[in-house]
């Protein structure tokens, strides 16, 4: 895998990963009403979960994409049409702005390690998180790179985990300074658009890169 295809899937991960979605949001409002502690532990988990998704799809995929290399279209055209279909689903989405409560409020939550079981397995769990990594990695494999394509999808893996980690940490430690922002109706209009905007984006880049 050459830098420039590297980089063009670290820009797809971290849009992705700052997509409204069930993790990230999870992530908030666990931080909003527990503190920034617990959405760090949470997004430990959520992160960590990513490699059990890369590995399923590195396993299989790249065996069979060694011995059938027409399967690579018919993996493109069915991840075009995945995301096209997230986006739609996105679009018809209504805003849902958070009910807050006061920081001085915060609960007590549970320790590091339960939170993090909690995060991996809602990530794990998850089978849409399978069929994504299904569609979105081999995307991004170099069948004339010197890596073989499970050592490819493992870089983009342990990659994708990294960054999530970062930025579903910043979420959390952000989260207090941001109640009156994440309470406005308007806000999530704007996210619902922008998760339609890049999921159409990578849908269409799939067949450009």
Known sequence: MNLETWLSFLGAAIALTLMPGPDNIFVLTESLSRGAKRGISLSA????????HTLLAATGLALLL???????FAIRLAGTIYLIYIAYSAWREKAHPLRLKES???????GFWQSFGKGFLMNVLNPKVTLFFLAL???FVDAEATWSEFQQMLSMGISFML???V?????????????QYLASE?????TRWFQVVVLLFIALGLWWL
């Open 45 to 52: 988990g959520l992160a960590s979960g990513v490699m059990v």
């Open 66 to 72: 060694k011995q059938f290399p027409q399967l690579a």
């Open 104 to 110: 001085a409020n915060l609960k007590k939550g549970p």
């Open 137 to 139: 990695l081999p995307q």
């Open 163 to 165: 960054q999530a980690f």
């Open 167 to 179: 930025l579903f940490s910043g979420i959390a430690i952000l989260a207090g300074s941001l109640h």
């Open 186 to 190: 308007k806000f999530w209009d704007f």
